[in-house]
């Protein structure tokens, strides 16, 4: 079994004997931040606006990378699944093998890995629409371009922004509404864990999927929350495909030839109205999730897949892909506005993820891993 090799390569820490991480999942969550800022650049010039919000194409072209498999390459709403299903698969895992939840010490880790870097990109962020707002006012692209940074936000958005609510999040930037709904979907997810280590994934599923049911019913007076208890749905099946793994990609083995169908899944919302069938967003995004799934074994599985997602490159990717995702909406929108008064704005928003990805590394290196070595948010706050 491949995977189960690879779960035997262990590292020694001062903590004692942990899995090492999976390597592929670094590359898969490169190459998923790197879809997303595709897909915001090409949303916020008008034609990308139109083809992906009002299916109006320019020409045959537009519509062939949007309604066929081609939208994989810039489906950034569906790459935000695949996060989530990581997302769930990491963070049970420790769970799942025996270890008990200290959850202030685990609030604290979360806190300071998800919401300090958000933090720091939210503050430059504001900085820039203070200082620049008005600059961006001249440069006119798409719906979804003109929105950001339109207005200055209150001081109550602010403050909500900073608590990790939605408040006009989208003005601000196109990526923060997820760290949002990652940040209070995390702290459940251990409480996941322990569950499906003690009872059995049927009766734990049923459980969690009847309550989601309810908190569903009673939050629909709140989109945010609503959205939340929505998106948990993705956290819990990584959690399940972390518990049962090993099962999963011995099926997998006798089926691999399933790999090629998640090409069609993921973008499966599109690929359906190319062919006039609209089964709707939420449904879709549940083929969707089945197949990153079979993405994520088809990649272990199959030994070329696993060099291409452990190569050097992807694996670069995947350690700044937390950088790339939190900065990449601001870099953009600032990189335009500023280099639009000289150029042509539209060929300034396309050669801008170059540079993105350029000071995503910059900050991961000095920013998010600097702010990981601070000795003040190291140190544990609460005695075990």
Known sequence: MRFA????????TKEGWVMKRLK????LRGLAAVVVMLFHVLT?????????????????????????????????????????????????????????LHFPSFFQKRFTRLVVPYWAVLTAT????AVFGEMKEGIVLSGSFDAKWAEVPSVAEVVGQFFVWDANLDVTAGAFWSIVQEWRISLVMPVVGILLYRYSTGRVVIGVLALNRILALLLEEAP???????YFLYFLAGAVLCKHFDEICSWFRKHSWLGWLSLVLIPIQWVLMGVGVDIGRRQSLILTSIGFILLILWVVESKTLTRFFESAWLQFLGRISFSLYLTHSTFIVLFTTIFGQLFDPTTMLMVSPLFAIWFAWIWYERVEQGLLQLKILRTPLFAK
């Open 126 to 129: 504001l900085l820039c629409i």
């Open 44 to 100: 916020w010039t008008e034609v990308g606006h139109a083809a992906n919000y009002q299916q109006s194409f320019l020409n045959i072209s537009w519509k062939a990378w949007t309604v066929t498999p081609l939208k994989l390459l810039w489906s950034g709403n569906e790459a935000v699944i695949l996060f989530y299903l990581i997302g769930g698969f990491v963070l049970v895992k420790p769970y799942l093998e025996g270890r008990e």
């Open 24 to 27: 592929v999942f670094d590359g």
């Open 5 to 12: 090799v690879l779960l035997r390569k262990l590292v020694f």
């Open 224 to 230: 945010s929350l609503h959205r939340t208890n929505y």
